[in-house]
């Protein structure tokens, strides 16, 4: 346990060093901030060519749009460490296959919509790109047939680094813990489908589940909610198997002279009684007895 333990934080400490490492090896500087705030300057003014329709194409300033502003001969140690052997800034080549700023460009969506907190950014290591989550704000049609591909390319893996030979096992933790993480990409409905009816493998619920799961519906009825979403469901359920309220058994819960327990249970709490005994196609069962 001891070496495992080992291992992880050297692994992480290497991770760490690795990281500065590459800070250290820029060799440009720029501060998105200073521009926006001191300058004035807008993102198209650098990002000339922020309308552009594929996500192939380089989106960097150039150096013309540099000397738009700056002395050509003067200036060159403002943005670099190493004005004699400067290099080109690398572009991001593998982020996402398909995106057409033009057509966002022309629904006058800001920059910093996607681009979050960019405009406060002092350092040029940051890079500011969306995340899907941020993306789904406005591209909510996840159920729609080749959804993904509208941004991403067939032949991308789109399957996550954590869903390895494990997860089958281990999602319902995540799940349960972020739920909003898996339905970036999965909708309700694929849950439902494998979760559903009595599939024992799937492990929803454990054994012996139905005769104690009132205890947790009446704990949290919400967490029930989230794949029943309709009472119909129970009430169905009990209805087919006679289940009932305890109260439903006593000697005097209905008769013909008082009305018995169930008239006052009635009295002080008709939408429980109405919660089974209610059909929205016909008058409620009451009236059965009582017309």
């Keep these: 346990m001891k070496k495992t333990v080992i291992v992880i934080v050297a ?47 380089n ?48 629904k006058n969506i800001p920059c910093e919509k996607c681009h979050e907190k960019v405009a406060n950014s002092d350092n040029i290591m940051e890079k500011h790109l969306p995340k899907m989550s941020v993306c789904m704000e406005c591209h909510k049609d996840i159920a729609r047939d080749e959804y993904c591909y509208d941004c991403h390319a067939k032949k991308d893996q789109l399957k996550p680094a954590t869903h390895d030979f494990a997860w089958k096992s281990s999602h319902g933790i995540t799940a349960d813990a972020d739920a909003g993480s898996c339905e970036m990409c999965h909708t309700k409905a694929y ?32 967490n029930c909610y989230t794949c029943h979403e309709e009472q119909a469901f129970c009430v169905d359920c009990h209805q087919k198997r006679m289940v009932m309220p305890r109260n439903h058994s006593l000697a005097n819960w209905s008769n013909t002279e008082t009305g018995g327990a169930h008239a006052r249970a009635a ?25």
Excluded: T
């Design 267 to 291: 009295q002080l709490d008709l939408d429980s009684c109405l919660s089974c005994h209610s059909d929205a196609q016909s008058e409620p069962v009451c009236v059965v007895c009582h017309k």
């Design 191 to 222: 849950c439902l489908d494998c979760h559903k009816s009595d599939n024992l493998d799937k492990q929803v619920h454990p054994l012996n589940f139905v005769n104690n799961h009132g205890m947790y519906a009446k704990g949290n009825k919400e």
């Design 11 to 57: 692994l992480i400490f290497l991770a760490f060093i690795s990281v500065l490492l590459v800070a250290q090896d820029v060799e440009l500087i720029f501060s998105h901030k200073y521009h926006a705030e001191e300058v004035g300057a807008s993102c198209s003014d650098c990002h000339k060519a922020v309308e552009s329709a594929k996500a192939s194409d």
């Design 59 to 106: 989106l960097l300033p150039d150096m013309d749009a540099c000397y738009s502003c700056h002395d050509e001969d003067e200036e060159c140690s403002k943005c670099h460490k190493d004005p004699d052997n400067a290099i080109v800034y690398p572009r991001i080549a593998d982020y996402i296959a398909k995106f057409p700023h033009d057509k966002h460009a022309e």
